[in-house]
C-alpha cells in the first residue's frame, strides 16, 4: 500500500482488516479504549475520567505524563462533556488538550490525547488527530489534490475535519464511516514511518 494508490472504500476496509492482524497489540489496545469508554461513558465522576485518562494515554502511547492531574483539570474544569460528546462539539477538543501543569505557570498542549479521548467516546464525531494522520492526508494530497492545507493547518481540529471531509470525497463511498477513514488513515501513516525508520 502506498500514498500513490486511490484509496476506494475496498482498498481501505482491506488495509485496516489486514493491519489489525498483522499489528494485534495495536489493535487489542485500540478497541480495549473504545470498550472501556463504552463501560465507563459518564464523565461526570472523577473516577471514571481517570480511569479512562489513564488507560488511553497507555493504549495510545500520548506520554502526557500526569494522568492524574489531567483527570482532576477535566473533571473541574471542561463542562458539560457528555452532552457536548453527543453534539460533536468540537471546541471540547482543545479544552482537554490546554493542561496547566501543576505548580508552574507553564500549559501543556495535549493535543493529539484530547482527539483520542474524545473518538473513543464517539468514534464518527470526534477523529484521531496526530502525526501518523496528519502525514497520511499530507501524502495523500500530493498525488491527488483534494484539498489546501499544510501540516501545521491541520493542528487546528476544525480544519482537519474539513480535510478529512475532502479526503472522504475521493473515496467516493458515503457508507464508510469516518472511524474506519481516520483508521485507515492512522495504521497507513504508523506502517510508513516503521519503513522509514527500517530504511535508516
Not at 47 to 70: E, M, P
Request: glycine share 2%.
Amino acid at each position: 500500500m502506498t500514498y500513490k494508490t486511490r484509496p476506494t472504500a475496498a482498498v481501505i476496509t482491506n488495509f485496516v482488516d489486514s493491519f489489525n492482524k498483522d499489528n494485534f497489540y495495536d489493535s487489542e489496545n485500540y478497541l480495549a479504549a473504545i470498550k472501556l469508554t463504552k463501560a465507563f461513558p459518564n464523565n461526570d465522576d472523577y473516577k471514571n475520567i481517570f480511569i479512562k485518562v489513564n488507560f488511553i494515554n497507555g493504549a495510545f502511547k500520548t506520554t502526557i505524563g500526569d494522568t492524574f492531574g489531567v483527570a482532576k483539570q477535566v473533571f473541574e474544569k471542561v463542562k458539560n462533556i457528555d452532552s457536548r460528546l453527543k453534539q460533536g462539539d468540537t471546541s471540547l477538543v482543545n479544552e482537554i488538550a490546554l493542561y496547566k501543569v501543576s505548580k508552574s505557570k507553564k500549559v501543556r498542549n495535549n493535543f493529539s490525547f484530547a482527539t483520542k479521548f474524545c473518538h473513543c467516546h464517539k468514534p464518527n464525531l470526534f477523529p484521531i488527530n496526530d502525526k501518523y494522520v496528519r502525514n497520511s492526508l499530507f501524502d495523500f494530497n500530493k498525488n491527488f489534490k483534494f484539498s489546501k492545507f499544510t501540516k501545521k493547518s491541520l493542528l487546528d481540529y476544525n480544519i482537519f475535519l474539513i480535510v478529512l471531509a475532502d479526503f472522504r470525497k475521493i473515496v467516493d463511498d458515503k457508507k464508510i464511516d469516518f472511524a474506519t477513514i481516520d483508521r485507515f488513515l492512522w495504521a497507513l501513516g504508523r506502517e510508513s514511518e516503521r519503513k522509514k525508520i527500517k530504511a535508516k
